[in-house]
């Protein structure tokens, strides 16, 4: 071969990915040990940067919104013995999340009395908006989630029971890290979700490492943080049961599950173990069946179909519920009775094929929840968009479509709450840094994939636009609300789909052992 093609042969083909390209640069030049601290850096920069911005109810009284509402229960936990927490004055923001929330409220409200007790005053705090307490209720959320999201993303994916390059690895974490739905809700509109998501990846890490008994709890711990972690239970059930069967595990196994899960669960439920009455008041305010079907306008089927038929004018409240879930379990049992199949096979024994369906299975019973389940909200779409992020590697194209229409989902919330600054800041940033269209196709991009994926950036960019420019009708006014729920709703159908067949057609196990990938 002459020189100049032997040359030409050894240049690497550069990424489509502006991200993979960073860190591709960084071992190129020997810089590998600063690529994970610029990467956290960088997460908390721009979660603070988010930070500066309005939040849910931000000076609107009498009852504000999300953000007064988890410093509320800091107020009332703070001051309250736990048997008043679920029954105190629960027309203004009653505690109704699980005891995990409530547990990390009161640790909340105890840093927060020795700093500043006027911040949590019982009944004269409320509505409190001092430049103080809100630089205390930013600095909690950031410090939540970097104690428990933050090191489960970097230790699965630096996991060695993981095959991946380093370079895939860094570039994961940081996806993972920047993806903008997680950032504008907790850190824009305001919430903890990062803590219910990090217990979820913490569950799949131990799963990794074959540490069941860890994951059972943690995923115990993910959903009494917040009750959509239930979303997850029937993929976490069939891939643990699925574990029993095998003949290394057995009884011995779900025996110890049992106690894990009811121990977690019972130690949680403690303070109010002694009572029913306490224990029925806990159950009636997770999960509130009189609110209805839905509340404002969601992204899931329910939301799109009363467009045509207004089902709460149809049926009585809980045959909505019976519909609702005898849709969501029709939805999500093929991906957990697979799971379940593939799984207890006494040959299926390698550990990243069952992990890589654990994620699968994660991601499609979520999703089966969100757009099927009763009583959801839009921001329940961070529930299925984890186990996504999760598969970046595996599913480049199908999650970095995901993110952007599930973040376009979100913006009639983030409207309200006067995000738009950073909404189109990190949509675009997103776009470029994971999905850029204006990089050349990547050739792993089937082309009919590429031009939906530029048909769907079209016509959200033409909603927006609309929305922007063309006042809504007096006769419809909430016209552009509908056009985003319908559309997100059809993409995430359409998603579904895909990620369950992607699941059928990863069952088989990787035949290349356990060596990791070479740059």
């Given at each position: ?316 409240p809980q045959s909505l519920v019976r519909l609702a879930t005898g849709a969501t379990a029709l939805v ?188």
């Amino acid at each position: 071969m002459p020189p100049h093609k032997a040359r030409k042969a050894a240049v690497r083909p550069a990424s489509v990915v502006p991200a993979r390209n960073w860190f591709q640069f960084l071992k190129d030049q020997g810089a590998q040990n600063i690529a994970l601290p610029v990467t956290v850096l960088f997460a908390l920069l721009i979660r603070w940067c988010v930070g500066l911005h309005g939040y849910s109810g931000m000076g609107t009284p009498p009852l504000y919104g999300d953000y007064e509402a988890q410093r509320h229960w800091m107020e009332i936990t703070v001051h309250l013995s736990p048997s008043q927490w679920y029954f105190y004055d629960l027309e203004y923001w009653g505690l109704d999340y699980p005891p995990l929330t409530a547990f990390q409220s009161w640790i909340c409200g105890i840093v927060a009395t020795y700093i500043n007790p006027s911040w949590v005053a019982l009944g004269e705090s409320r509505g409190i908006e001092t430049h103080a307490s809100k630089l205390f209720m930013r600095a909690s959320a950031l410090v939540l989630e970097f104690l428990v999201y933050v090191p489960a993303v970097v230790l699965l994916f630096q996991s060695r029971r993981v095959q991946m390059s380093w370079v895939a690895r860094q570039t994961a974490i940081f996806s993972v890290l920047i993806q903008p739905c997680l950032i504008l809700v907790d850190h824009g509109h305001f919430q903890y979700n990062a803590v219910m998501i990090g217990f979820l990846v913490w569950a799949v890490y131990f799963a990794a490492q074959e540490s069941y008994v860890a994951m059972a709890i943690a995923f115990c711990c993910s959903f009494m943080f917040k009750q959509m972690g239930l979303y997850y239970a029937p993929a976490v059930f069939a891939f643990l049961l699925a574990k029993c069967f095998q003949p290394r595990h057995g009884i011995v196994l779900f025996v110890k599950l049992g106690l894990a899960v009811l121990g977690t669960i019972g130690i949680m439920l403690l303070p109010w173990i002694g009572s029913l009455a306490q224990l029925q008041q806990i159950l009636f305010r997770v999960f509130p069946v009189a609110r209805g079907l839905y509340e404002d306008k969601v992204a899931n089927v329910w939301c799109a179909v009363n467009v045509a038929v207004k089902l709460r004018s149809i049926f009585e409240p809980q045959s909505l519920v019976r519909l609702a879930t005898g849709a969501t379990a029709l939805v999500f049992l093929p991906s957990c009775c697979h799971l379940f199949y593939m799984l207890k096979r006494a040959d299926y024994t390698q550990r990243a094929n069952a992990v890589k369906l654990l994620k699968y299975g994660l991601l499609n019973t979520s999703l089966a929840f969100f757009l099927f389940s009763f009583q959801v909200h839009e921001k329940s779409i961070l529930v299925p968009l984890a186990p996504a992020l999760l598969l970046i590697d595996d599913e480049p194209w199908a999650v970095n479509w995901f993110v952007q229409v599930a973040l376009f989902s979100l913006y009639p919330l983030l409207f309200v709450d006067g995000q738009h600054i950073p909404y189109w800041v990190l949509a675009v940033g997103w776009s470029f840094l994971r999905s850029c269209p204006g990089c050349p196709a990547d050739t792993q991009i089937p082309r009919t994939v590429l031009k939906l994926q530029w048909l769907s950036t079209l016509a959200m960019l033409a909603i927006h636009t609309a929305h922007a420019l063309v006042p809504a009708p007096a006769s419809l006014p909430d016209i552009y609300v509908v056009l985003n729920v319908t559309f997100s709703c059809a993409m995430f159908v359409g998603f579904l789909g895909y990620f369950n067949y992607r699941q059928f057609m990863c069952a088989q196990p990787d035949r290349s052992g356990s060596k990791q990938k070479k740059d």
